[in-house]
């Protein structure tokens, strides 16, 4: 699609309402695979954000304590690099990760590893080691991983509970261009959303300035302990000016006890299902269309989700959907509105998201599908994000 917004797109925007939704900062798509170095990747704003704690600086001397851990525990994280088939010299991505366990185990965010074509982790030194993808979590946006370092590299503890509202919180990550560099905050909400169905659910946000290259990294209480892995940002608008943007960052919780992370040692590889359609560029904007504006624009007057990409060899290739086609005035040409998939109604682009990873790889699902004003009935199987280019 075009760069620029068509008119369709206009008219459709024009009937939001809300600063939020139009905040500037929106860079995500409804993407099948995250670029070679989106870390953390960036969420669409709420149109209603989450009720948050007002943050309040960290004292001295929680300042004090946070340094003197990043300190002691920066041996035991990792710059993650993405790399060309056997060579690393010049990465094609970087994120970050830490070490879990005396015999080489670390944690990371999926999206750092997906589909790199080869991975190496270097520790604080500068010393570089290969790494092997163990198990993962698409849905979660975890992964184990092994990296060949030596005997006696230090690791770290996970947490023995969840973290409180206010509590202090110690980031290490290489975002920015730094190495394995400290940034600190405060947890300022629990179980939070993305709004997104191919993001993590139930993440801890924080205050820390989190920035790409961060993402995979740890947050660290005051114990010392992991309690998140970092995942994603999120933009808001806080004005009418281009800079008045407010940032926040998620990670995933983890816990000692944790039995997803416990599956992914040993060896766990859960995909996360996809037909293989996405929003592209500003469409974007509009996975979250609500169904008034889209019986006001000129889609049609029953609510549903349109597409603009359809991935060649994908379930909706094969399937045979079609993706939305306008003139160069933006009229509406042709293209499929999904309204249901297996009998549940779905409104936009997310809620299509949302029905269809309530599925797993390799399950059959119908959806209902508005085409030239006809109601039809399409069934596909669903496939792994990770075989879907």
């Known amino acids: ?114 589909q790199a074509p080869a991975l190496s982790a270097r520790t604080s030194n500068g010393n570089r080691y290969p790494v092997k993808v163990v ?58 959303e993305a709004g997104r169905a191919d993001f993590p659910p139930g993440t801890l946000e924080l205050s820390a300035p989190l920035v790409p290259g961060d993402s995979g990294g740890p947050i660290i209480n005051r114990a010392g302990e992991v309690a998140g892995v970092v995942s994603y940002v999120r933009f808001e608008s806080t004005g009418e000016r281009e800079e008045d943007v407010e940032a926040h960052a998620y990670a995933v919780p983890v816990t000692v006890d944790d039995t997803r992370v416990a599956e992914l040692r040993r060896g766990v590889k859960r995909d996360a299902a996809v037909i293989g359609i996405s929003l592209e560029g500003e469409w974007s904007l509009l996975a979250n269309l609500p169904e008034q504006a889209f019986v006001e624009s000129k889609l049609g007057k029953t609510a549903g989700a349109f597409f603009t990409r359809v991935v060649p060899g994908s379930p909706a290739a094969k399937a045979g959907l079609q993706p939305l086609r306008l003139s160069e005035k933006g009229d509406l040409i042709s293209g499929d509105i999904v309204t249901a998939v297996n009998g549940r109604r779905v409104y936009n682009f997310s809620d299509f998201q949302y029905a269809v990873r309530r599925y797993a790889p390799g399950d059959t699902i119908t959806l209902s599908v508005l085409r030239g004003g006809k109601n039809i009935s399409v069934k596909l199987t669903l496939a792994a994000r990770s075989s879907v280019q």
Not at 156 to 184: C, M
Request: with cysteine.
């Open 1 to 114: 699609m075009s760069p620029k917004f068509t008119g369709l797109q206009v008219t459709l925007l024009g009937l939001l309402t809300g600063a939020t939704l139009l905040g500037a900062g929106w860079g995500a798509q409804a993407q099948t695979a995250p670029p070679a170095a989106p870390s953390p990747r960036t969420a669409l704003p709420m149109a209603t954000p989450p009720k948050r704690l007002p943050v309040k600086p960290l004292t001295a001397q929680e300042n004090a304590a946070l340094q003197a851990l990043f300190t002691k525990l920066r041996p035991a994280t990792l710059r993650i690099e993405q790399c060309p088939v056997n060579d690393c010299t010049e990465p094609d991505g970087i994120g970050t990760g830490f070490l879990i366990s005396a015999d080489g185990l670390a944690l990371t965010a999926y999206h750092v590893v997906f």
């Open 135 to 192: 198990g993962y979590d698409d849905q979660n946006d975890l992964a184990v991983i092994r990296v060949s370092v030596p005997k006696g590299t230090p690791f770290l503890p996970l947490a023995s509970s969840t973290p409180k509202l206010g509590d202090a919180a110690l980031a290490i990550g290489n975002g920015g261009g730094e190495y394995l560099r400290p940034k600190v905050g405060r947890f300022t909400a629990l179980r939070s």
